[in-house]
């Protein structure tokens, strides 16, 4: 059995939970609300304060899914008590950003400005060449952050473009200078 799987999630004070129809779970807390749909074979149950995920059969397809599952439901949880943020770094002086109401306006070397909208349930503060995504969804986080991290990959021979913070740049050495005769 998996071991994330079987692991109960416990629900804080402040979250409430609903098992709906059609394996719908729906999730409660002071920073919002957020609603998914899981696979009708992947069995979840609400004993008293917590949240316990099964699987009916043994296949290996099942079992994939069953550790997915009880990790959706743990990060939906979590999103809606404490929240979720990612940080990217602007890694070059002349690159700069601003929010502007529901746009984040990026200058990254190109002819022209870039215009990204934010998503729903989305916020954005930039503090000089430091990026905070934060919101109560872990995947739209996750993608709006690669998106912006995309619109400016980073240069492995001078280090310049968008990375998490804290991420590692493999650096390549350049050219070199072939010696005389």
Do not use: W
Not at 54 to 73: C, E, M
Request: aromatic share 6%; net charge positive; proline share 4%.
């Amino acid at each position: 059995m998996s071991r994330i799987g079987k692991k109960p999630i416990l629900i804080p004070s402040n979250v409430k939970v609903n098992i709906l129809d059609n394996n719908t779970v729906e999730v409660k807390g002071p920073k919002g609300t957020l609603v998914k749909s899981f696979h009708p074979e992947i069995k979840i149950e609400l004993i008293d304060n917590t949240v316990v995920v099964s699987r009916n059969s043994d296949k290996p397809f099942y079992k994939s899914l069953h550790g997915t599952v009880r990790a959706l439901i743990n990060n939906m949880v979590v999103g809606v008590s404490s929240g979720f943020s990612k940080r990217l770094v602007l890694n070059e002086k002349t690159y700069k950003c601003t929010v502007q109401g529901n746009k984040v306006q990026f200058n990254l070397g190109y002819s022209h400005p870039i215009i990204l909208d934010i998503s729903q349930g989305l916020s954005v503060n930039v503090e000089g060449n430091l990026i905070t995504v934060s919101g109560v969804d872990k995947e739209l986080i996750g993608q709006f952050a690669q998106k912006i991290r995309h619109l400016r990959k980073v240069d492995p021979y001078k280090a310049k473009g968008i990375i998490y913070e804290g991420e590692k740049i493999r650096r390549k050495a350049g050219k070199t200078v072939a010696t005389g005769k």
